[in-house]
């Protein structure tokens, strides 16, 4: 068996995840405070499921993030990822629920302040 440096990217993430039920492959490995996978190689710690787009897909084109359609955060499965821009990041997050619409929040704040100030 390899030692863990001399493993490619894509066998130190097959090493440490495990297949589940439900087809996400998820990162057993060490955990961020958000709840996002670590790991290092070759260099400082990036999160897993970029570096599982970079081992099964290819360099991640400038400005774009790596999305999860299966919303687990600490997923690898390569067909549950999906490139995207941050705002198309944001647009996600907020259709599934998982973040406010931060314009509406702000609208609200807003109008409130308005009804606040004008009486």
């Excluded at 990217?9 to 990162?27: D, F, N, Q, T």
């Excluded at 973040?99 to 609208?107: D, E, S, T, Y």
């Amino acid at each position: 068996m390899k030692g863990i440096q001399s493993m490619s990217l894509a066998e130190k993430l097959l090493a440490k995840s495990k297949s589940v039920e439900s087809g996400c492959r998820l990162w057993q490995g060490g955990l961020n405070p958000d709840g996002y996978g670590l790991i290092r190689h070759k260099g400082p710690k990036i999160s897993v499921h970029r570096a599982a787009w970079i081992a099964f897909k290819g360099p991640i084109p400038k400005g774009l993030c790596v999305l999860h359609k299966c919303d687990v955060r600490h997923c690898i499965e390569e067909e549950h990822l999906f490139l995207g821009t941050c705002s198309d990041n944001t647009k996600d997050a907020v259709s599934k629920g998982r973040q406010k619409n931060l314009f509406v929040m702000n609208w609200r704040k807003l109008k409130k302040q308005e009804h606040l100030t004008n009486g």
